[in-house]
DNA sequence: TCGTTCATTTTGAACGTTCGAATTCTTCGG
DNA sequence: CCGAAGAATTCGAACGTTCAAAATGAACGA
């Protein structure tokens, strides 16, 4: 196996010049059709293939996304971002563009990584996976012209940046409609076992069941737990929920973690038929027939790359100047009816 | 923000020819000291960067890895394939290299992707993670000269092929450790779990268990059981093991897919204690306290990077042609002790 | 002072592609 | 059969880097 073909070894065996196949390639439509065949069969028949580098540095782009790994965690949560990235890396190969993934340590780290893949033109837009309270990062990527979108909100800026794109599932809707459909089937006083403020997502979640959970003064206080994310948190918060003596008669988690942890603690306690409802819908969810709320992230990755390349295409368009068009969606969850949220109340038996 | 500074603009700033620059940054050391640092000084205050893609068009290589992402699995098991990828991007890093994700259905898609890729010069070498039974891809990469390490053995290879670089972990001496482990504190009938044959890794497993397990005859028939890998089959497999008329007193899973699942069934037969050692050591397991058997991630990955690039640059290596140095190596696997291998052993009651 | 050797720096070319302008080929009305 | 307009193709240059070879400078012994 000798070097690779270039466009020269495809043009003279074409009998066309250089430019013609280039053309053949990039925009078919303005070669004559004979012509097109004749290149195209000399493509196929050596085998030609474009020098990505050779056509990046020509072209100025890279049609490459960069992605931050996010540092490992509980392995339940963490999940959802890895469906993340893997639905990511799927839906760009459809359009053409390449998947590069980096590893930090903190935002500051992050962004130097950014700086290099950028500055080497490596990549041409980054996604940022999460986001904080004020977080230092959009700022700064506003500030260097740096194209990128968020999955998560710009959690707790007063005005909203025109040029920060963004995509994000509206959790607050998401546990209401979880909260009411416990209601609906005959829960009372339904708990929530969630994350400790501040926690933009935490927050937003805990608010979507503090307006739909129906309960005042000190059984609002009671039945809310903050905790951090983990089975074992959610486990112990569960049991001690349980002891109290008016208990819950459902619980809804802000993760699937929280949300195993209790199931495990319902089941020591001897309420096997305790209605609970995770977030994210996780594999582990489907596993153990729990009931969870789902992310649709397909539409989150589709809306994502929309926003950053447009409907179709792999250009990159650079972060918005003003606020014509909305940069930013949100997306409505679901709710997935597992055994889990109607084993007490349908009279089910637990397993 | 104007256009990048150029080589050319740097060689300007500080007073000299392009080529030195160049040299600053790629071999300091055939440079006058005074020289460097005026240079340096130069590339810092105008910020300049070397544009990869020129740089990759002109020495031919794109120091870039790329991995196919598996289809989703579990979500607990497919958790070690995902911190794998992790580990890989962190070591990567380390390396200055770049890694690059690709997914793809089924092996004629993944080669067709990795050809891609490859052609284009997007990338040099990749990690295939996982392999079959006379898995075909290897042979298509052999063939195509296309360099790449592997983790996980050449199954069902009756000549080892020299060409072909592989990590694996050793399974076998885990789950061999694991069941000695339970033995020596004073398990009678440690039973299996596994999954069904063929599968390489799982019947590298489960021949650990049956040359440590010392039962024999019908015993050994009927407290091994094979299924699908999954949370349910293994509350199921779990289930079915306990009600046999002499049942285990301990069990070793394949994975903690399986091993969470049996400890689902011990809890609801009444059996909390009952000891049971899963496989991967998942977050998961240790969320749950799942004693577990820990593939050393860090350890393959950095192997995997010295098979592919030598010990320290980031110059690939093609596969190689003969045998001479040893282009493979397996890994021991280590037990991590937890709760649910002593429960019912050492007098300690469950959760 | 001169040639020699070694260290350091510079020069010209090349990597494979696409852009922009220029050229040639077709077609068609008069 | 000519000229013009449009379609199709070609040409020269450029993208930013590093390689290979050539040029320059410094140091030293004769």
């Given at each position: 196996?000798?070097r690779?073909?270039t466009?020269?070894d495809v ?5 066309v ?7 053949v ?6 070669v004559r059709e004979t ?7 000399a493509?196929?028949?050596l085998?030609?293939?474009p ?8 072209t100025?782009?890279s049609?490459?996304i ?7 965690r ?5 999940a ?7 639905k ?15 590893t930090?340590d ?9 700086r290099r ?6 990549v041409?837009?980054?996604?940022l996976?999460g ?11 506003v500030?260097n ?6 999955f998560?909100?710009?959690w ?5 940046d ?7 599932v ?28 501040p926690s933009?997502t ?6 979507g ?6 309960l ?12 951090e994310?983990?089975?074992t948190?959610g486990?112990?918060?569960a049991?001690?929920?349980?002891e109290?003596?008016?208990?819950p008669d ?13 199931t ?9 038929g ?8 996780t594999p582990?969810a489907?596993?153990v ?8 992230l397909d539409?989150?990755?589709a809306?994502a ?6 409907e ?6 650079p972060?918005?100047d ?5 940069g930013?969606?949100l ?9 889990s ?9 637990g397993?």
């Amino acid at each position: 196996m000798g070097r690779m073909p270039t466009v020269d070894d495809v043009a003279q065996a074409a009998q066309v010049s250089r430019q013609t196949v280039s053309n053949v390639i990039n925009s078919p439509g303005i070669v004559r059709e004979t012509t097109r065949q004749r290149v195209q069969e000399a493509i196929d028949r050596l085998g030609y293939r474009p020098h990505a580098s050779a056509r990046r540095l020509r072209t100025r782009k890279s049609s490459t996304i960069g992605v931050r790994l996010d540092p490992l965690r509980d392995g339940i949560s963490g999940a959802v971002l890895d469906r993340f990235v893997h639905k990511l890396a799927e839906q760009a190969d459809a359009r053409d563009l390449r998947v590069m993934i980096f590893t930090a340590d903190g935002h500051a780290d992050e962004l130097a990584h950014i700086r290099r893949l950028r500055d080497g033109s490596d990549v041409d837009a980054f996604v940022l996976i999460g986001t904080d309270h004020g977080d230092s990062r959009i700022a700064w990527l506003v500030e260097n012209r740096v194209p990128f979108v968020s999955f998560g909100r710009p959690w707790g800026a007063e005005t909203p940046d025109p040029h920060h794109r963004w995509v994000d599932v509206d959790g607050r809707a998401g546990v209401r409609d979880a909260v009411q459909h416990l209601r609906a089937h005959g829960a009372d006083r339904v708990a929530w076992i969630g994350w400790p403020s501040p926690s933009g997502t935490g927050d937003e979640r805990r608010a979507g069941w503090e307006e739909s959970c129906g309960l005042e003064g000190a059984d609002r206080e009671n039945l809310a737990i903050a905790t951090e994310d983990g089975v074992t948190e959610g486990r112990l918060a569960a049991a001690a929920l349980l002891e109290l003596p008016a208990p819950p008669d459902a619980i809804v988690c802000a993760s699937d973690s929280l949300a195993l942890g209790a199931t495990m603690a319902a089941q020591a306690a001897g309420r096997a038929g305790l209605p609970i409802v995770g977030f994210d819908d996780t594999p582990v969810a489907a596993a153990v027939g729990l009931s969870s709320i789902e992310q649709p992230l397909d539409e989150v990755v589709a809306t994502a790359l929309t926003l950053l390349f447009g409907e179709h295409g792999d250009d990159v368009r650079p972060n918005p100047d003003s606020d014509e068009e909305p940069g930013h969606r949100l997306l409505v969850p679901r709710l997935v009816e597992r055994r889990s949220s109607h084993l007490a109340l349908d009279g089910n038996p637990g397993a």
